[in-house]
C-alpha cells in the first residue's frame, strides 16, 4: 500500500513559503500543483534529498533571486543550482550567449535502443546543430526550444541576439557531428570518487541511471571520440 504524506503549507517556514510563493510566481495552476507536490515530497525526504538539504536549497533559491531578480531554474540538487547560476554569471561579465547541452535531451521518439547504443547518442546532436549552430553563424538573431524535462515536450521558443563570444556548454559540446565550430574547445575533468560523492547529494532515485546508464555513456563518448585529444585545454 502506497504510503499517505500528510502536509501542509502552514508547516513551511515563513521564509520557505515565500521562497515557494516565487518559485511558482507566473506559472500555470497545473505546474503550481505539481511544485507544490514535489515540494511536499522533498520535506518528508520522499527523493532521499534530506529535509536540511532542501532547507539550504530553499535559502539559497531565495538568495539567488534577490541577487538575479529571476527564477534560477535547475533541480533541486545545489550543484545544479550553482552552476546554472555561475552560468548566467559568466553571459553578464563577458556578455555572451550560454547555451546548454542539457536544453537539448533526447526527444521520446528518439529514445530507442539502437540511439542509446549509439556513441555520443544520448543528445539530440542533430537538432542542437540545426537550431544553433548553424544560425550562429549567420551572424543574426535566431531562437531555438529548449527540451521540457517536466512534459518531455520541447518549450517556448528562446530568442538569441548576436553576440562576439558564444559559449556551448555540456558533455557532448564536442561532438564530431558538429565539425570544429569552435575558436577553442575547454575539457573540465573530475576526479571519479569527487564525481561519486556529488552523484550521490543527488535524489536517491538517480543514483541507479547515473552509474548504470548516463555516465557509462558519457565514457563511452569521451574514449569513443578521443575527446581530450581534441580540447585546447585540460582542467
Known amino acids: 500500500m502506497a504510503k499517505k504524506i500528510h502536509l501542509t503549507m502552514n508547516q513551511l517556514s515563513s521564509a520557505q513559503r515565500d521562497a ?30 534530506g529535509r536540511k538539504r532542501f532547507d539550504r536549497y530553499l535559502d539559497r533559491y531565495t538568495k539567488y533571486c534577490e541577487q538575479y ?35 537539448f535531451f533526447l526527444r521520446p ?10 556513441v555520443g547518442g544520448n543528445v539530440d546532436y542533430e537538432r542542437f546543430h540545426e537550431e544553433v549552430l548553424l544560425p550562429l553563424k549567420s551572424g543574426k538573431a535566431f531562437s531555438y526550444r529548449p527540451f521540457d524535462c517536466s ?50 547529494e543527488r535524489p536517491a532515485f538517480l543514483h ?7 555516465i557509462p555513456m558519457e565514457n563511452r563518448y569521451f574514449d569513443g571520440f578521443a575527446i581530450p585529444s581534441e580540447a585546447g585545454f585540460i582542467i
Open 20 to 49: 515557494f510563493e516565487r518559485l511558482v510566481k507566473s506559472r500555470s495552476d497545473e505546474m503550481a500543483k505539481r511544485l507544490q507536490l514535489i515540494m511536499f515530497l522533498a520535506m518528508a525526504d520522499e527523493f532521499g534529498i
Open 69 to 103: 531578480g529571476e527564477e534560477t531554474g535547475g533541480d533541486v540538487t545545489d550543484d545544479s543550482l550553482t552552476a546554472r547560476i555561475r552560468q548566467r554569471k559568466l553571459a553578464e561579465i563577458y556578455d555572451c550567449n550560454v547555451f546548454h547541452m542539457d536544453d
Open 151 to 200: 512534459t518531455f515536450t520541447l518549450a517556448a521558443p528562446v530568442t538569441v541576439a548576436p553576440k562576439k563570444l558564444n559559449v556551448i556548454e555540456g558533455t557532448y559540446s564536442h561532438h564530431p557531428y558538429f565539425g570544429n565550430p569552435y575558436d577553442l574547445k575547454i575539457l573540465l575533468t573530475v576526479d571519479e570518487e569527487i564525481q561519486r560523492q556529488r552523484i550521490l
Open 109 to 118: 521518439e528518439q529514445r530507442t535502443p539502437e540511439r542509446f547504443a549509439e
Open 208 to 214: 541507479k541511471r547515473f552509474f548504470e546508464e548516463w
